[in-house]
């Protein structure tokens, strides 16, 4: 075939040359405007050319831009007309992830604008629950569980391994390992271990007296952590992306390997993952090798 630009690119092109402005042509597609500028600036690199001129308060397209802007515009226009006249009006199809409630606040969000812009056409819904038992299976395009990957009647894909670190409010004194562990020490439901294991990582006994509170998701742990409550381990990934989301929040101490890990979920039996459940896996391993590498 002969030279084709991405497509994404194009679509991003037609629309900020349509209305001269990238912020609008990010609300339009649905993107953000960092999003459709980079697609702007691939654009341009593929192509070897500026398509706009860009000054202060104001965008133009350049002569070439002109140009390829009315080509585009009829492709992308003839294309949507045969594609509705064969196959009649789109339907949509909407990806639905489900995870434990602390795994979506802290991780699934957080890397979602990364991959609606790179399929801006795939709306997302993501759901949660605070226990993996607790959910029926119902309409999940993709499940990712927090476990050691031996749930019955389930074929569980390994994603990633995990660590974990003690967390304290941002504005108090970085504390040492021992004044943290004469608390006040927050338990998380389900995962009561955690100090204990980072105390005998340090060499230190465990204090179950220090604990002051229990909750049942990371979400209400780090609530109290951020009121001056108390000290809580929480995963590494989600302590990084609280703080990167400008939680008040900074990690206290080193991490320690976690026994628990992500895993991808199918019933045993199950026909293989629909196109979209497959995209997406296959973005999120990419992902992942991305965090992983040196």
Same mark, same amino acid.
């Given at each position: 075939?002969?030279?084709?630009?991405?497509?994404?690119?194009?679509?991003?092109?037609?629309?900020?040359?349509?209305?001269? +402005?990238?912020?609008?042509?990010?609300?339009?597609?649905?993107?953000?405007?960092?999003?459709?500028? &980079?697609?702007?600036? !691939?654009?341009?690199? @593929?192509?070897?050319?500026?398509?706009?001129?860009?000054?202060?308060?104001?965008?133009?397209?350049?002569? &070439?831009?002109? !140009?390829?802007?009315?080509?585009?515009?009829?492709? &992308? !226009? /003839?294309?949507?007309?045969?594609?509705?006249? *064969?196959?009649?009006?789109?339907?949509?199809?909407?990806?639905?992830?489900?995870?434990?409630?602390?795994?979506?606040?802290?991780?699934?969000?957080?890397?979602?604008?990364? =991959?609606?812009?790179?399929?801006? #056409?795939?709306?997302?819904?993501?759901?949660?629950?605070?226990?993996?038992? !607790?959910?029926?299976?119902? /309409?999940?395009?993709? #499940?990712?569980?927090?476990?050691?990957?031996?749930?019955?009647? *389930?074929?569980? @894909?390994?994603?990633?391994? #995990?660590?974990?670190?003690?967390?304290?409010?941002? +504005?108090?004194?970085?504390?040492?390992?021992?004044?943290?562990?004469?608390?006040?020490?927050?338990?998380?439901?389900?995962?009561? /271990? +955690?100090?204990?294991?980072?105390? #005998?990582?340090?060499?230190?006994?465990?204090?179950?007296?220090?604990?002051?509170?229990?909750? /049942?998701?990371?979400?209400?742990? *780090?609530?109290?952590?951020?009121?001056?409550?108390?000290?809580?381990?929480?995963?590494?990934?989600?302590?990084?992306?609280?703080?990167?989301?400008?939680?008040?929040?900074?990690?206290?101490?080193?991490?320690?390997? =976690?026994?628990?890990?992500?895993?991808?979920? +199918?019933?045993?039996?199950?026909?293989?993952?629909?196109?979209?459940?497959?995209?997406?896996?296959?973005?999120?391993?990419?992902?992942?090798?991305?965090?992983?590498?040196?």
């Amino acid at each position: 075939m002969d030279r084709l630009p991405n497509p994404v690119w194009l679509r991003s092109f037609e629309a900020a040359a349509r209305h001269l +402005n990238f912020t609008e042509a990010a609300r339009e597609l649905g993107l953000t405007q960092t999003a459709v500028s &980079l697609h702007i600036r !691939s654009l341009e690199a @593929e192509l070897g050319e500026k398509l706009f001129s860009r000054a202060a308060r104001r965008l133009d397209l350049t002569e &070439l831009g002109q !140009s390829y802007a009315l080509t585009v515009r009829r492709a &992308l !226009s /003839d294309i949507a007309l045969s594609t509705n006249s *064969l196959f009649g009006p789109a339907t949509r199809q909407t990806l639905t992830l489900r995870a434990p409630i602390s795994t979506a606040t802290y991780w699934l969000a957080a890397e979602l604008p990364e =991959f609606s812009a790179l399929y801006p #056409e795939v709306p997302v819904r993501l759901v949660s629950n605070i226990w993996a038992d !607790s959910a029926a299976p119902g /309409d999940v395009d993709v #499940e990712i569980r927090l476990g050691y990957g031996d749930w019955p009647g *389930l074929r569980a @894909e390994k994603l990633c391994d #995990e660590t974990i670190v003690p967390v304290c409010p941002a +504005n108090a004194p970085l504390p040492a390992l021992e004044k943290m562990r004469q608390g006040p020490l927050i338990h998380i439901l389900g995962y009561e /271990d +955690n100090w204990a294991r980072y105390f #005998e990582a340090h060499d230190l006994p465990p204090n179950e007296a220090a604990v002051r509170h229990s909750v /049942d998701t990371t979400v209400a742990a *780090l609530q109290l952590v951020m009121a001056g409550a108390g000290y809580a381990t929480i995963l590494t990934r989600f302590a990084r992306n609280a703080i990167a989301q400008g939680a008040p929040l900074q990690v206290a101490g080193p991490p320690i390997p =976690f026994a628990q890990s992500h895993y991808l979920i +199918n019933p045993d039996g199950a026909a293989a993952p629909s196109p979209l459940a497959q995209l997406y896996s296959a973005w999120l391993r990419e992902r992942l090798a991305r965090d992983a590498a040196p």
